[in-house]
């Protein structure tokens, strides 16, 4: 179990990509009171803890409903991942949409940028390979590292300085492809088999 446990965080880390969220975070956070800020990190990981929890409970029950199967998804999860990573890879650093402050926490830093279309299509495969205790137990301790990161920002980004949250963020996406190819390739080899 301490194996596929390590598997499914390492895998829902790259989704994730708590170290890639500094820069947005950042810049996103960079006029609110210290007050603001320091109530952020909580309700970021919370939202996206809550988001990720609520496709949980009913991604299987609408998989059954449209008829999708995991191959099915692998493919389409995969496809995701990399033009997401591409997307990321290419656009410009610190670029970020601007969000009033009462909302900046649950959107868009608890979903999408922690919790979003690519840790998603991660935990539904994470589900179908590891099942649910492994795979909530790896979300946990994602959330828990995202929250810890969000919590020390300021001092993460200064350790790393600009160019070196931004060099993270780009190999996390690069590996982000990496397993999105994995992804599509499993599921049109399950999918050829039938």
């Known amino acids: 179990m301490a194996r596929e446990f390590m598997l499914a965080f390492v895998a829902l880390f790259v ?3 708590a ?3 500094i820069p947005l975070y950042l810049s996103l956070t960079g ?5 603001e800020r320091k109530r952020l990190p909580r309700l970021s990981t919370l ?3 809550a ?4 496709f949980l409970l009913v991604g299987d029950a609408v998989f059954r409903v449209l008829g999708i199967s995991t191959d099915d998804f692998q493919v389409a999860g995969g496809i995701l991942l990399v033009v997401l990573s591409v997307h990321d890879l290419l656009s410009p650093p610190g670029k970020s949409p601007t969000k009033p402050p009462g909302t900046v926490g649950a959107v868009p830093i608890g979903t999408p940028l922690i919790v979003g279309p690519a840790a998603l299509a991660t935990l539904a495969l994470l589900v179908q390979r590891y099942g649910y205790p492994v795979t909530l137990l790896a979300l946990g301790a994602n959330m828990l590292v995202a929250f810890f990161v969000l919590r020390h920002a300021d001092k993460v980004g200064r350790a790393f300085g600009e160019a070196g949250s931004e060099v ?3 190999v996390a996406n690069l590996l982000l492809a990496a397993f999105g ?3 599509m390739r499993r599921g049109l080899a399950e999918l050829f088999r039938r």
């Not at 006029?31 to 007050?35: D, F, I, K, V, Y």
């Not at 988001?51 to 609520?54: M, N, S």
């Open 15 to 17: 989704a994730v990509d």
């Open 19 to 21: 170290l890639g969220v």
């Open 31 to 35: 006029g609110l009171s210290a007050e």
């Open 47 to 49: 939202t996206a803890t």
């Open 51 to 54: 988001v990720a929890l609520g």
């Open 168 to 170: 993270i963020a780009k």
């Open 181 to 183: 190819v994995s992804l």
